[in-house]
Structures are given as structure tokens and as C-alpha cells.
């Protein structure tokens, strides 16, 4: 698609029109081609009324497969976090979708998926299902925390702004639909922040 630059949070952003915009991300070792014990995502997005009218399903991250994987997306105005690891010789975990209602249509929103499955060095399995493993933070503050594990290879590719390739909803479907709205500040990183350094991430722009 074409995803145009404007203005974000802090200086410019991301555009996205819904349709075909997105941001796509290479496979990479650093991202999805290995074992993940912990990651955390992190975006300022915003979008208006118009955008969350009707039955839209927008897509702000998604990273993976059917197989495994995590995303972000509005679900009419409703913010959903998730995360999956269904595979056989992994936790087999079923997945996670945190929810809240809070996200503020026509104003920025600070959203944080942290997944933390770390290894437990007292068992032999380096899948274990854990609870708090998964948690979501929207502006700062903690709306949820559920199961979750380590992550295995989940070669799906990455995108931003829309779908690229398959993932999951929290009701089993797999159609959603591009983001209209802007989005800043878009950061992966390699481990799991604790609630503190989300909101220290959240201040970061200003």
C-alpha cells in the first residue's frame, strides 16, 4: 500500500488509510526466526470516530502465524493484546487476548504487549505455560495479564498497520482490515519490560 508520512506524537508518523497500507518487516533472527523467551512491543497510535464506526476489526501489530505469534488490534473500540503458541512440540498454548475498553478515540494512545515466558531453570521444558506471562498496558497502565510461554520460530512475518500473511483473533476468526489512523514510535525489544519502563517508554517522546 502507501502509508504516507504526517504528524505523530513527537514530529512525524505514519498515515495509514486502511486498504492495503501497512508497514511490513523482514524475517529476521533478531525478531521471529528463533526462540523467544521475552519480547515487548510498543506504539503510540491513534485513530478517530469515523475509522471505529460499523464492525471494523484494524490491525496495529501483527507478528507471526497460526501457529504462533502476537498482535495488537481495535476491535470497534475496543483494544485487544494477544499471544499464541499452538504448536505440538512447544507449551502448546492455546492463546491469550487481553481487552479493554479505555483505548481514547481521537486522541494519542500509548499500547504495550509484554510477553514473558522466560525458562524456568528447575524443569526440563523450555515451552512451560505461566500465568502473568502475557500482559497489556494501554497509556502507562496495566489493563490485563493472562497465560503465555516462550515463543518458538514463527517465520509469518511482521506487519504494522495490517495483516502480513495469517494470524489469530481472540474469537478464532482471521479476517481483519488495515489501520486508518497514525501511528509513532513503533519499538520491539528483546525482553520484558516491567511497569515502570513502559511508563518511562511512554514519557520518552516528550
Same mark, same amino acid.
Not at 512525524?12 to 492495503?20: A, R, V
Not at 478517530?48 to 470497534?76: F, H, K, P, T
Given at each position: ?7 505523530? #506524537? ?9 486498504? =492495503? ?21 510498543? &506504539? ?14 484494524? &490491525? ?20 485487544? &493484546? ?9 507449551? @502448546? ?11 481514547? /478515540? +481521537?486522541?494519542?494512545?500509548? /499500547? ?8 524456568? !531453570?528447575? =524443569? ?16 502507562? @497502565?496495566?489493563?490485563? !495479564? ?9 517465520? +509469518? ?7 502480513? +500473511? ?19 514510535? #513503533? ?20
Amino acid at each position: 500500500g502507501s502509508p504516507e508520512w504526517g504528524p505523530g #506524537i513527537a514530529g512525524g508518523g505514519l498515515l495509514f488509510q486502511g486498504g =492495503t497500507d501497512a508497514l511490513h518487516l523482514s524475517n529476521s533472527d533478531e525478531t521471529n526466526l528463533g526462540g523467544y523467551d521475552q519480547r515487548t512491543v510498543s &506504539v503510540w497510535v491513534k485513530v478517530d470516530d469515523e475509522s471505529v464506526s460499523g464492525d471494523r476489526r484494524q &490491525v496495529i501489530y501483527d507478528e507471526g502465524e497460526a501457529s504462533r505469534g502476537l498482535n495488537m488490534y481495535l476491535d470497534n473500540e475496543q483494544l485487544y &493484546v494477544g499471544g499464541w503458541n499452538r504448536s505440538d512440540d512447544d507449551s @502448546q498454548w492455546d492463546g491469550t487476548w487481553l481487552t479493554t475498553d479505555q483505548f481514547l /478515540v +481521537g486522541e494519542w494512545n500509548h /499500547v504495550t504487549l509484554v510477553q514473558d515466558g522466560s525458562v524456568d !531453570s528447575s =524443569t526440563d521444558s523450555a515451552y512451560r505455560l505461566s500465568d502473568g506471562a502475557l500482559r497489556g498496558y494501554l497509556n502507562g @497502565q496495566a489493563f490485563g !495479564s493472562g497465560n503465555g510461554s516462550r515463543l518458538g520460530e514463527h517465520s +509469518g512475518r511482521i506487519g504494522v498497520g495490517n495483516i502480513n +500473511g495469517v494470524t489469530r483473533f481472540h474469537d478464532e476468526t482471521r479476517q481483519g482490515e488495515g489501520l486508518i489512523g497514525a501511528m509513532d514510535e #513503533i519499538k520491539i525489544f528483546d525482553h520484558a519490560l516491567t511497569e515502570i519502563q513502559v511508563q518511562n517508554l511512554m514519557l520518552m517522546p516528550f
